[in-house]
Nanobody, 125 residues
Framework: QVQLVESGGRPVQAGDSLRLSCVASGGTFSSYVMAWFRQAPGKEREFVAA????????VLHDSVNDRFTISRDNAQNTVYLEMNSLKFEDTAVYYC??????????????????WGQGTQVTVSS
């Protein structure tokens, strides 16, 4: 059983930067594909970014591709989401997830097995 704990979410102004962290415990972190999803009020959970286990290859949603970066530190069992030039529409609860789907289905929430509780990011325009 893997436990995921996100942190770093807070209220910010449009244009600000923020780094989210997700620490994993209870499993072999380096073997998991790690991803970030987000859910805004009244909307479905959507894919943000994912990073592969072996090569740290990354994929990001088109809406954040030029502003967000996902990275991982296997020695620290941590995955990060660096968010720059934040926009009002980035407001959401951000969730960390772990699974094994790569490359197929890596952007699908149901491909991930373990989930964190989420961290709130609020961007004021």
């Amino acid at each position: 059983q893997v436990q995921l704990v996100e942190s770093g979410g807070r209220p910010v102004q449009a244009g600000d930067s923020l780094r989210l962290s997700c620490v994993a415990s209870g499993g072999t972190f380096s073997s998991y594909v790690m991803a970030w999803f987000r859910q805004a009020p009244g909307k479905e959970r959507e894919f943000v970014a994912a990073i592969s286990a072996k090569t740290s290859s990354t994929v990001l949603h088109d809406s954040v591709n030029d502003r967000f970066t996902i990275s991982r530190d296997n020695a620290q069992n941590t995955v990060y989401l660096e968010m720059n030039s934040l926009k009002f529409e980035d407001t959401a609860v951000y969730y960390c997830a772990a699974g094994w789907a790569w490359p197929n289905r890596r952007t699908y929430a149901d491909a991930y097995i373990y989930w964190g509780q989420g961290t709130q990011v609020t961007v004021s325009s």
